[in-house]
């Protein structure tokens, strides 16, 4: 087998590596009849295990689509991705006799959508439901289907900001749920994205419309699986790493997930001169807290909106605490300079941000402490922004 | 003793005056959690400085004056001494009270204000009482401060992560019954206090208004009246260009954005900008952010407001 080492896009085939335990679990409650929602911080592998799950399926003859809403931002988008997927991995049923004329009217829509633009009529109301409702009467559900659903609510939460938006994210919620909630049905969902669809429905009094889902949870790789991870790249780029550096490396970005391994062993690679060595691993660790490569962490805070300030001043602090801080001490921080009757806000403000970052895999809690979870993240966070 | 009370300034209790619990009922959560660790606190241990942060008139030196007469009434192995941060130059200036070199009783500095000495003194002088404080059976500090300075959050700062920090809560409404008397009408209490910090001073200050007015019209000039002069030498003290910018958020009355006062006051971006930043860090006005960019700006006073309405 050779790894390639992909750093960014999701990763297929053979360049998939471990999550064995993850996989049969997975497995598992998909076969059990569960939809599930994949909650893991940013860069841990959440679109690469998905798409690891489809090819599991499609060896089990399952009927799989993956739908990638970050390439839309409005409704219309939303349904033109949904409706090309389906028709391309054949989910609509087909005309027969007796059909009602609206619903062969739009599976004819439909096939027009896979060849070329056709308007989609979501004007009124009662036009986008009755669609809907037909679109929900138009999936198959007597043949196993496995349907992931990528950044879902990326798209929701900036669709929640345009005119009419909660409304529409409402209606999408609510139709996704009534298509998991038809009797009998043998189509099940993966949702998977790196903002917390909890966190984002329940701000929007709509947990009501994910409370059937399955949390499943993915984290770092284990230990082995790391190791075997950073030999097997070793190998399909002919480079030679003795098992003591291999722990070496494992143990400094000691959070072991695929994108950090990746991006350390390209460094490793640049200066490569025949062999590796624990220096070697220490100049790769600090150029990458130099370089550009964890700018994604700071940059995706301006989704937290009016969080990003709060989120940031606690990043700033923990990157200077290796140990991590006690809540009550960045709940002081934070009031520095305040005046005392706003602890209360602040408070609330500090726990609304420590949950999101954790939920994110910016920081670890340990009883009361806060700490970064990645070392790398950590000391990149102190030379860019405290340093 | 001097039993002046102005309307504007309470005089703090003096340590020689009893005090009654029931008229000091707030803030008991903290003054029950210091005063129990105080009576716990081993002897031969370094022991844990505590802050108290209230703004002013929330009743920091009340609650100080109470530990001091708890402690002076009830725990015989502690000396309380109470100390007012306004004297305070020095870390000299707070040792020359540890006189006791009794090995059974331990001092317990009560220092109210201790901003003055935080704001007065340097990182090494500060050094110099966190030495003397981290020693088993030196005296325990219990202090009082108006807001949550970098030198008790500054990752170099001496006193780094040394306080146990306590917050005084803003009064509810429900509170305010313990300040004033049944027949205060309620209704004018509540809306003199939305001008005024939720303190029991406010309270007392407003209970004073209502007893001298009639109506609820003449509580809120009389109210503007007290603070005249305290608000007119504020807005003396700005330089024109904040006046300026005051003058037309007042003027919108809810509120306005940086557009609304370009138009208003027909200067550029670049003139009104930073002031409004200067205004924000100072904390005259908020800006709430209605969007990611812009936002509306407000005086962040409601009595300074009222007063700016009035007067400009």
Same mark, same amino acid.
């Given at each position: 087998m050779c790894i390639s080492n992909k750093i960014g896009p999701p990763v297929e085939g053979d360049d998939f590596f471990g999550r064995e335990k993850e996989i049969r679990q997975a497995n598992r409650l998909l076969d059990g009849g569960h939809s599930l929602l994949l909650s893991a911080p940013r860069r841990i592998g959440k679109s690469s295990f998905a798409k690891r799950l489809i090819d599991e399926k499609k060896g089990q003859n399952w009927k799989c689509v993956y739908i990638d809403l970050e390439e839309t931002t409005t409704e219309e988008g939303f349904l033109r991705l949904v409706i090309e997927a389906f028709s391309k991995n054949r989910i609509w049923k087909q005309v027969v006799e007796g059909m009602s004329k609206g619903l062969s +009217?739009? #599976?004819? /829509?439909?096939? /027009?959508? +896979? #060849?070329?633009?056709?308007?989609? =009529? %979501?004007? /009124?109301?009662?036009?986008?439901?009755? %669609?809907y409702k037909n679109l929900k009467d138009l999936v198959r559900h007597d043949e196993n289907t496995f349907i992931v659903v990528d950044e879902l609510t990326l798209f929701l939460s900036v669709l929640n900001k345009k005119e009419d938006g909660s409304e529409k994210v409402a209606f999408i919620l609510n139709w996704l749920r009534s298509l998991r909630q038809v009797s009998k049905t043998k189509v099940q969902w993966l949702f998977c994205g790196s903002v917390g669809l909890r966190n984002f429905t329940a701000a929007l009094n709509l947990g009501y419309t994910i409370n059937d889902l399955m949390e499943f949870s993915l984290d770092e790789l284990s230990r082995d699986e790391a190791a075997g991870l950073l030999l097997g790249l070793c190998k399909s780029e002919d480079v030679e790493m003795v098992d003591e550096v291999v722990e070496y490396t494992? =143990?400094? %970005?000691?959070w072991n997930i695929p994108y950090f391994i990746q991006i350390i062993f390209s460094k490793l690679v640049e200066d490569y001169d025949g062999k590796i060595t624990q220096e070697d691993v220490d100049i790769a660790y600090r150029k990458l807290c130099s370089e550009n490569f964890l700018t994604t962490w700071s940059e995706r805070l301006v989704e937290y909106r009016e969080y990003e300030v709060p989120a940031r001043q606690v990043l700033k602090l923990l990157s200077v605490r290796p140990a991590g801080m006690e809540r009550e001490s960045i709940l002081n921080s934070l009031m520095t300079g305040q005046e005392p009757t706003k602890v209360g806000i602040v408070d609330y403000t500090l726990s609304k941000v420590l949950e999101m970052l954790e939920n994110d895999g910016y920081i670890i809690r340990k009883d009361t402490f806060r700490a970064f979870r990645s070392p790398l993240l950590r000391d990149y966070w102190f030379d860019r922004f405290v340093q | 003793m001097n039993k002046n009370v102005t309307i504007l300034h309470q005089v703090p209790l003096s340590l020689d005056e009893s005090i009654k619990e029931s008229i000091v009922a707030i803030n008991n959560d903290i003054f029950t959690s210091v005063f129990n660790y105080l009576q716990k606190e081993d002897n031969n241990k370094i022991a844990q400085p505590n802050l108290i942060i209230g703004e002013s008139g929330s009743g920091k030196t009340t609650l100080l004056k109470r530990l001091y007469f708890s402690i002076e009434n009830s725990v015989k192995h502690l000396k309380p001494v109470f100390i007012d941060g306004k004297s305070l130059f020095s870390t000299d200036d707070i040792w020359k009270h540890y006189s006791l070199r009794d090995d059974s009783i331990r001092i317990v500095f009560l220092i109210d204000n201790i901003e003055y000495y935080f704001e007065r003194t340097d990182n090494s002088e500060q050094y110099n009482l966190r030495g003397k404080l981290n020693k088993a059976g030196a005296p325990v500090l219990i202090a009082t401060c108006n807001k949550v300075l970098p030198a008790f959050t500054d990752y170099g700062a001496a006193f780094f992560e040394g306080f146990k920090i306590s917050y005084i809560a803003p009064l509810a409404a429900i509170d305010y019954d313990l300040f004033v008397s049944p027949a205060t009408d309620k209704s004018r209490l509540g809306n003199l206090m939305s001008y005024l910090p939720k303190t029991p001073r406010s309270v007392q200050i407003a209970a004073k208004i209502i007893n001298d007015s009639t109506d609820s019209e003449t509580d809120i000039m009389l109210l503007t009246d007290y603070f005249s002069s305290y608000y007119q030498a504020k807005y003396d003290g700005y330089v024109a260009q904040?006046?300026?910018i005051l003058s037309a958020i007042v003027k919108a009355g809810n509120g306005v954005s940086l557009q609304d006062i370009r138009k208003m006051t027909g200067q550029e971006n670049g003139k009104i900008s930073p002031y409004l930043k200067l205004m924000a860090d100072q904390k005259i006005i908020n800006k709430t952010s209605k969007t990611q960019r812009g936002g509306i700006y407000t005086v962040a006073d409601p009595l300074f407001k009222l007063w700016l309405r009035n007067n400009v």
């Open positions: +009217s739009v #599976l004819e /829509k439909i096939d /027009k959508i +896979s #060849l070329g633009p056709v308007e989609l =009529n %979501l004007a /009124k109301n009662e036009d986008r439901e009755r %669609l494992l =143990n400094r %970005l000691y | 904040i006046q300026r």
